[in-house]
């Protein structure tokens, strides 16, 4: 399995709260991604980063910042939660942008 | 506007028999393709790709198939197991050209696979 771990693995917040999650590799892979998971939409990209100090916005961007200060770090910040970020939320990573991304086990975020 | 569909929310298939996936795409820009299997608390994991130069990639019990002119691919699982129930999901990226897209994966909703002993 690729080295990924995500957490924290299961959250619970009040709407207007920041939240930060953590994806951190140890595969030494460039391209990191920010993924959530909601039903009938199968998973949607938030942010991703080619790079440290690189990243950009994916489909589902708004509310949602990242950093990437080293290689094995990825940070996902919802700077005021709300509920409709409410989800399961994945990290990916890929050595090479043509190549399959493996995946962490996931964070379920509960906003209440 | 989703540009991956998977329109069968759920497919029923006995012990043995073949299980056939299907996926549809809307934009031409997509040269590669990939498939995902998901068990409940558990990050998606990846089972086989296909790049548009090709029709057909075999790995064992899975064989992937790329209609481009339909703009349609399809999964075959054969022999279907138990443990192959989960959910399964197809992506598509438009990378392979050596474009910008960073290999950004747009995903299908899923499909729930279901395989009776």
């Known amino acids: 399995d690729a080295g990924i771990t995500q957490s924290p693995r299961h959250k619970v917040t009040e709407t207007g709260t920041p939240v930060t999650l953590r994806c951190h590799q140890t595969?030494?892979?460039?391209?990191m991604y920010w993924y959530r998971q909601d039903p009938g939409h199968g998973l949607r990209l938030i942010h991703y980063?080619?790079?440290?100090?690189?990243?950009d916005k994916g489909e589902v961007s708004d509310g949602y910042s990242v950093s990437r200060s080293k290689t094995e770090d990825f940070l996902l910040t919802l700077e005021s939660a709300t509920s409709s970020q409410t989800s399961v939320y994945f990290c990916?990573?890929?050595?090479?942008?043509?190549?399959?991304?493996?995946f962490g086990d996931g964070t379920r975020l509960s906003i209440l | 506007d989703q540009q991956v569909k998977q329109n069968s929310p759920s497919l029923s298939v006995q012990e043995g028999r073949i299980s056939i996936l299907n996926c549809d795409y809307t934009?031409?820009?997509?040269?590669?393709f990939l498939w995902y299997k998901k068990y409940p608390a558990e990050g998606p994991t990846f089972l086989i790709s296909?790049?548009?130069?090709?029709d057909k990639n075999e790995d064992g019990r899975f064989t992937v198939f790329l209609n481009k002119s339909a703009k349609h691919l399809s999964l075959h699982i054969v022999p279907s197991q138990p443990g192959d129930s989960a959910v399964y999901f197809c992506?598509?990226?438009?990378?392979?050209?050596?474009?910008?897209?960073?290999?950004?994966?747009?995903f299908g909703q899923g499909t729930i696979l279901t395989v009776h002993p």
């Open positions: 990916a990573i890929s050595p090479r942008f043509n190549q399959p991304q493996h």
């Open positions: 595969e030494n892979h460039r391209y």
């Open positions: 980063s080619y790079g440290v100090k690189d990243t």
């Open positions: 934009n031409s820009m997509f040269d590669y």
């Open positions: 296909i790049s548009s130069i090709k």
């Open positions: 992506a598509a990226s438009s990378d392979l050209a050596g474009g910008t897209s960073y290999g950004k994966l747009t």
